[in-house]
């Protein structure tokens, strides 16, 4: 029998499921829980049932998965979420869906819900759920220090006499009698989300940052670069942007507001700093580290955790072997190490690589008077515009709810959904784009939409490149202000420059490597051994659970971790990194989660 449901009221559709679905949860069924989701619906799970991300199909997979953890999560107190957006009717996939957040609790923790319910206003009463999505925010007795959780700053009021906050602060990261819990490498957008997000649960972590001033990782890039996606997308924890920054945020304002946040959210880093060296003694379950400091000091860490926060996509700068290379007179450099296109004036240069970088050194030397610019196109490439095209992969951060809340829809996507998205995407940035393709197959430039048509951001997420967002740089090449090489056409370097198959030459004071990065994998192996790095294996790009490999979560390696990706990544992310390293500092975290393979 139908209950008497409002039809329009979206909200009264969706509180009449939560209550159903509660109780379901409560009583413990699992065969009545997995009724309330489609037949071939999805419940992704983060860290809340598994301690882990997984992602569970079809009702018999989602029943056999509550089978396995319903008795030790104990679900409860299931209730609409009433900081977040409220239950709203979408349009998703061409399919009219309620979305809707709900907070529930669990032995050892908080949670928080969403749901995508398939409403059909003639059968408001028994919706369906098309996508869960579980997450922990918190784990009882550990809740974040913000709000109504914040510190008073009361003592500081009274100590006339003593420490005041600075001198509290100095001596906090001076870390002269005592080794942090947590140690980070690297101070970028990655390390400084995670460091916030530990220490709002009362985590202890030192990051070190090799570059003199956080922010340098951004500071010290190609003179022109911004970030190609739009600024409600981005944003570290606890702090958003200002609303009077531009859409598309420059570099150095980018560098200087990731040092103002290490200052401001009282982070302890030290810069100047490198790991020099790090063993695991697997008894003590710690790291014996080795750091080296700014005036050329050792000072030795013993740390139960230690987080590599250098990157996700990009490692060790891959420089490619090129038939006569070491003839070359002129200048070789990685597009990691290219600065400003004004240093090469007047002079003659050739870019490798048509990926972001290689379309932006290029550019950048172009309209900063380089003599000539020559652009190697390596392999095929998915070429998007910024605008439209290259944001309508963001387009959920515009629709109004918080990035915050937008952060967890983005995080129910399932793989399926998720391909089937961005093929519809592609199919439309095609026809928006297709005036600059044809303009550029008539130059010879090669494009592709990736392997089953799901465009660039499917390729940022399986292997970090083979695309460009194009801000001008596509325009240049198609009126051939920019010379376009095959690598396929190149014969030889020599002394001057490049030799064509045709015997054609082009000559070159500097050659310009964007050809990407060597697998994060390889940076561990020079940090920390080939052991570890084995025993780790890739990093980034999809594993058998469509998350990223080894990224925010356990490793096979104890007590390592790895924090990386865009900033919107890691303003999601960093949560349930921190919850992680918690709750295996305080012994919650089971040494065999629920779904890890049998030894």
């Not at 996606?229 to 009077?244: K, M």
């Not at 007047?346 to 030397?365: C, E, M, P, W, Y």
């Not at 008077?369 to 959920?396: H, M």
Request: with cysteine.
């Amino acid at each position: 029998m139908q209950p008497k449901v409002d039809p329009s009221n979206v909200e009264e559709v969706f509180a009449h499921w939560l209550k159903r679905f509660g109780e379901s949860v409560e009583d413990g069924d699992p065969a009545a829980i997995a009724a309330f989701i489609e037949p071939d619906g999805h419940w992704k799970d983060i860290l809340a049932f598994t301690w882990s991300y997984k992602t569970f199909t079809g009702r018999d997979e989602i029943e056999k998965a509550l089978k396995a953890t319903l008795d030790d999560v104990k679900p409860r107190s299931l209730r609409l979420s009433t900081d977040r957006a409220a239950p709203r009717l979408v349009r998703r996939s061409a399919r009219s869906v309620i979305e809707a957040y709900f907070d529930f609790d669990t032995e050892i923790g908080a949670g928080t819900g969403f749901v995508r319910l398939v409403y059909d206003p003639a059968s408001p009463g028994n919706p369906l759920a098309w996508i869960l999505l579980t997450t922990l925010q918190q784990i009882h007795g550990f809740d974040e220090r913000i709000g109504d959780q914040r510190p008073s700053g009361v003592d500081f009021s009274h100590s006339f006499a003593s420490e005041n906050w600075l001198d509290a602060r100095i001596k906090e990261q001076r870390f002269d009698e005592r080794d942090p819990e947590v140690l980070v490498v690297g101070a970028g957008q990655a390390g400084l989300s995670v460091a916030a997000r530990l220490k709002a649960i009362g985590v202890d972590a030192l990051l070190i940052e090799r570059n003199e001033r956080v922010g340098d990782n951004w500071r010290q890039r190609y003179h022109s670069l911004t970030l190609h996606n739009e600024i409600w997308a981005n944003s570290l924890p606890y702090l958003p942007f200002p609303p009077t920054w531009p859409t598309f945020v420059p570099k150095d304002k980018l560098a200087g507001w990731l040092e103002f946040y290490a200052d401001v959210m009282e982070l302890n880093v030290w810069t100047g700093t490198e790991l020099h060296d790090a063993t695991y003694d697997e008894r003590a379950r710690t790291w014996s580290v080795a750091v080296r400091r700014a005036d050329g000091s050792t000072r030795e860490l013993t740390v139960p955790h230690l987080v590599l926060a250098t990157g996700g996509v990009s490692g060790v700068p891959n420089m490619p072997a090129m038939k006569g290379l070491e003839k070359f007179r002129g200048e070789i450099i990685h597009s990691s190490d290219f600065r400003s296109g004004t240093d090469y004036a007047g002079r003659k240069a050739i870019v490798f690589g048509t990926g972001n970088s290689g379309h932006d050194v290029a550019q950048d030397l172009y309209s900063n008077g380089a003599e000539s610019v020559s652009i190697v196109q390596r392999g095929s490439t998915c070429v998007v515009s910024l605008v439209p095209s290259g944001t309508l992969v963001y387009s959920l951060y515009s629709e109004g709810p918080s990035a915050e809340d937008i952060d967890l829809i983005t995080a129910a996507i399932p793989y399926p959904v998720l391909k089937d998205t961005y093929q519809w995407l592609t199919k439309r940035t095609r026809v928006l784009d297709q005036e600059l393709l044809d303009k550029l197959a008539a130059v010879g430039f090669e494009t592709d939409y990736g392997e089953d048509n799901t465009g660039f951001h499917m390729k940022y997420l399986r292997t970090g490149g083979g695309y460009y967002i194009n801000v001008g740089c596509s325009d240049l090449i198609a009126d051939r202000k920019i010379n376009l090489v095959q690598a396929r056409d190149i014969a030889t370097f020599d002394e001057t420059g490049l030799v064509l198959a045709d015997d054609q030459r082009i000559d070159a004071d500097l050659a310009v490597m964007a050809t990407g990065y060597r697998n994060l994998q390889e940076g561990v192996r020079g940090l920390l051994g080939d052991e570890i790095a084995d025993r780790v294996g890739p990093i980034w790009g999809f594993d058998e659970d469509y998350t990223m490999r080894n990224m925010w979560k356990r490793t096979a390696q104890p007590g390592l971790w790895f924090m990386g990706g865009a900033l919107m990544d890691c303003r999601l992310h960093s949560r349930f990194l921190a919850l992680q390293i918690k709750a295996e500092l305080e012994g919650i975290m089971p040494s065999r989660l629920p779904f890890d393979a049998a030894p």
